[in-house]
């Protein structure tokens, strides 16, 4: 069935550090992929998407490009903030099941 | 601020028992999604209701039920509960059918505790 894998957390960096979360899928078809943030107490929301191959997703600083080829949308972002401390999802949508599947999460700490 | 609520926020009961979650999506969406959030199996999909019908279902317990009502607010059960019950549930909401092509709002969850 279709699934998500993203690198086992957590991922401690230090304020100004480059980021990067890796997340690969397996999926029927050319799904849709997401990342999605969970704060600290809150509901998961969505940072950025991409529904086809070469898209690039951006927001807040934070961009990740749909790579048919390897499967892969990994998340990056220049420089990271303390604020920026959260657990972050991939997801995707339009394999074999009609609903979002999820990776495990990474969880992220940055420190001044 | 998602515009999607939950309540209630937590909820501590023993096993056996029947809790009911509850969620009212934002205004004017009409799919409902409800998920669990565990630390040994992450995020999963339990089931989607779109305008007061059942649309999909993932990984969902014949001990669970959902319903959505016609102001389109939506009620997880939750029955004969068991310690591995304990986890955070979500809701989502989105305003069409195809959730997933579109943006899902998540509710802040309400975190269960089976004792």
């Known amino acids: 069935g279709d699934s998500v894998t993203q690198m086992e957390g957590p991922v401690t960096l230090s304020e100004e550090a480059f980021l990067t979360i890796n997340c690969t899928y397996t999926?029927?078809?050319?799904?849709?992929l997401f990342w999605y943030v969970q704060y600290p107490g809150e509901g998961l929301q969505l940072l950025l998407k991409?529904?086809?191959?070469?898209d690039k997703g951006s927001n807040k600083g934070f961009e990740a490009t749909y790579r048919k080829e390897t499967t892969s949308f990994h998340l990056e972002k220049g420089s990271v903030q303390v604020s920026d401390s959260a657990v972050y999802f991939c997801?995707?949508?339009?394999?074999?099941?009609?609903?979002?599947?999820f990776g495990k999460g990474t969880k992220l700490s940055v420190k001044p | 601020d998602s515009g999607v609520t939950q309540t209630p926020k937590h909820l501590i009961t023993a096993t056996g028992q029947r809790v009911t979650l509850r969620c009212s999506p934002r205004?004017?969406?009409?799919?409902v999604y409800w998920y669990q959030q565990s630390l040994d199996q992450g995020l999963q999909f339990l089931i989607q209701?779109?305008?007061?019908?059942?649309?999909a279902k993932g990984n969902i317990l014949e001990r669970f039920s959902a319903q959505q009502f016609p102001d389109l607010h939506s009620e997880l059960n939750l029955s004969s509960l068991e310690l591995g019950d304990s986890a955070l549930y979500f809701c989502?909401?989105?305003?069409?059918?195809?959730?997933?092509?579109?943006?899902?709002?998540f509710g802040p969850g309400t975190r269960l505790l089976v004792l």
């Open positions: 989502a909401s989105s305003a069409s059918i195809r959730g997933g092509e579109e943006t899902q709002y």
């Open positions: 999926a029927t078809g050319y799904p849709s």
């Open positions: 991409a529904t086809k191959a070469d």
């Open positions: 997801a995707l949508y339009g394999g074999s099941q009609g609903n979002l599947i």
């Open positions: 205004s004017g969406d009409l799919s």
């Open positions: 209701y779109y305008n007061g019908e059942e649309r």
